[in-house]
Antibody, heavy 119, light 106 residues
């Protein structure tokens, strides 16, 4: 069974940095676009970033451009999200998900990791 | 960016009811639309891709329709386990965008 597991969340002060990781099992991550999606407490879903299979193409939502960087290490079957200059608006559960470009859908998803930006 | 507008934002329904949720895209997206179900504290679950293709294991009471800018998710006979929040998501172009969600409650 394909499974994604996120880690690296936690409490960080405004202006700080955090690096999230997403590890895949039962699933060869190198064959898929990968994405990060976040959900602020009590709010809806927001796609944050995506990266092509070989890392040659990356996309970001405007609100994180210049602050967040998505990357991947296919040898480690993992994808990452480096988050810098964090603000309180970045507080959310962050999910990684595989993006199937043939069917245009995000599946599977990890269980999420909570990032709290607060002083 | 393509904006996705869902309606209603919430709906009160009973077991056995037929429920329809609509999603409108700010520009044509062909059938590049997915539907998700999310329960509290859980990751979203993919129900439908490319507007009408039911995912394996998803009950047949769920169906999707539409193309272009207007889409509908229909639950033909609501079951207790269907009370959740539903989201649409466009896959026509980056950034991928979601609708605001529809909470289906008793």
């Amino acid at each position: 069974e394909a499974q994604l597991v996120e880690s690296g969340g936690g409490l960080v002060q405004p202006g700080g940095s955090l690096r999230l990781s997403c590890a895949a099992s039962g699933f060869t991550l190198s064959t898929s676009w990968m994405s990060w999606v976040r959900q602020a407490p009590g709010k809806g879903l927001e796609w944050v970033a995506g990266i092509k299979q070989d890392g040659s193409e990356k996309h970001y939502v405007d609100s994180v451009k210049g602050r967040f960087t998505i990357s991947r290490d296919n040898a480690k079957n993992s994808v990452y999200l480096q988050m810098n200059s964090l603000g309180t608006d970045d507080t959310a559960v962050y999910y990684c998900a595989s993006y199937n470009t043939t069917w245009g859908c995000l599946d599977p998803w990890g269980q999420g990791t909570l990032v709290t930006v607060s002083s | 960016d393509i904006q996705m507008t869902q309606s209603p934002s919430s709906v009160s329904a009973s077991v056995g009811d037929r429920v329809a949720i609509t999603c409108r895209a700010s520009q044509g997206i062909s059938t590049w639309l997915a539907w998700f179900q999310q329960k509290p504290g859980k990751a979203p679950k993919l129900l439908i891709s490319v507007a009408s293709t039911l995912q394996s294991g998803v009950p047949s009471r769920f169906s999707g329709s539409g193309s272009g800018t207007d889409f509908t998710l229909t639950i033909s006979s609501l079951q207790p386990e269907d009370f959740a929040t539903y989201y649409c998501q466009q896959a026509k172009s980056f950034p991928l965008t979601f609708g605001g969600g529809t909470k289906v409650e008793i």
